[in-house]
């Protein structure tokens, strides 16, 4: 099984500020994906990041806020744009290796 | 109708007893069905992976497809307080690869 290791795991950030979130799989994968988990609810998925071309977004996810890169098989960054408090959730890194893996997520905090 | 149902519980059960945990679906395409456990500030961990209809094991847990009733489910024996998290079920339907989540229920063990 794939092990997905994801950074930062926490951060408070201020509004109109953007971060970026880091994920690496310790084998080639073809298909990575980001996830949102607000608090109580279960995982909405925000984009699948394809190695080498754009990333497929979700309905309601757009590119200029949580753009994606995905420059190797192993590698996969998520930035989230221009924050504000609506933000403020837990972002999972996820990899396809037969079934889907996780890494253990970047809680962010928006103030 | 959502795709997937889950009730969220939360679910208290003594130690040693027996759980069931339980997902509908409305997509006759889903083919791939699995659970993941998630502890508090963790990432979602695999537990089961099962495709066709029927039931897998493994140790404590047993997964359960019944895809004409469109239905699935997890059982653990034996529960211990370990196994306290919030379970989530999901589905994958197709070449995509991404997952369709329930809710999750969370699951209280007491010693």
């Known amino acids: 099984s794939a092990v997905i290791s994801q950074k930062p795991s926490r951060d408070i950030c201020q509004r109109g500020t953007s971060l970026t979130i880091q994920c690496q799989v310790d084998?080639?994968?073809?298909?990575m994906f980001w996830y949102r988990q607000q608090p109580g609810q279960s995982l909405t998925l925000i984009a699948t990041a394809n190695q080498g071309s754009e990333a497929t977004y979700e309905s309601g996810f757009v590119i200029d806020k949580f753009p994606i890169s995905r420059p190797n098989l192993t590698f996969s960054t998520l930035t989230v744009s221009n924050m504000s408090p609506e933000d403020s959730s837990i972002y999972l890194c996820?990899?396809?290796?037969?079934?889907?893996?996780f890494g253990q997520g970047t809680r962010l905090t928006v103030v | 109708q959502k795709e997937v149902e889950q009730d969220p519980g939360p679910l208290s059960v003594p130690e040693g007893a027996i759980v069931s945990l339980n997902c509908t679906y409305s997509?006759?395409?889903?083919?791939?069905f699995m659970w993941y456990r998630q502890y508090s500030r963790k990432g979602p961990e695999l537990l089961m992976y099962?495709?066709?209809?029927g039931n897998k094991e493994d140790g404590r847990f047993t997964a359960q497809v019944d895809k004409s009733s469109k239905y699935i489910s997890l059982f653990i024996r034996d529960s211990q307080p370990s196994d306290s998290a919030t379970y989530l079920c999901?589905?994958?339907?197709?070449?995509?690869?991404?997952?369709?989540f329930g809710k999750g229920t969370k699951l209280s063990v007491k010693p």
């Open positions: 099962t495709y066709s209809s």
């Open positions: 996820s990899a396809m290796d037969g079934p889907a893996f």
């Open positions: 084998s080639q994968v073809t298909m």
């Open positions: 999901a589905m994958d339907g197709g070449s995509q690869g991404n997952l369709i």
């Open positions: 997509n006759s395409a889903f083919q791939y």
